[in-house]
């Protein structure tokens, strides 16, 4: 079976620090890039940062250089989202996804075909 699951969301105060988990199972994980994507509520989907499958980081949204950093480890099947000085604004369900770079690397929401359930993140004073 098929499956990503995200794990370490929770709730936090400004300036704190979380790292999320993504437990992939059931494909080759180690010849897909990882996307971590969040949604706040009202807001669109946005790609956070993504990583290939030889680990090059492809693409680290803006709002979040400097804060967020990704990572794998293929021989665990996991991918993580280290994130620092977190801000109210960086509340969001968090997700990430595979991507077989079929057309190449993206952090392109449409490339990616197998997604977790999500992890909530919330940053409240």
């Known amino acids: 079976q098929v499956q990503l699951v995200e794990s370490g969301g929770g709730s936090v105060q400004p300036g704190g620090s979380l790292r999320l988990s993504c437990d992939a199972s059931g494909f080759p994980v180690e010849h897909y890039a990882i996307g971590w994507f969040r949604q706040a509520p009202g807001k669109e989907r946005e790609g956070i940062s993504c990583i290939s499958s030889s680990g090059v980081v492809i693409h680290t949204a803006d709002p979040v250089k400097g804060r967020f950093t990704i ?16 801000r109210t604004e960086d509340t969001a369900d968090y997700y990430c996804a595979a991507d077989n770079q079929v057309d190449g690397p993206s952090c392109s929401a449409e490339h990616y075909d197998t997604w977790g359930r999500g992890t909530h993140v919330l940053v409240s004073p």
């Open 71 to 86: 990572s794998r480890d293929n021989a665990k099947n996991k991918a993580y989202l280290q994130m620092g000085g977190l």
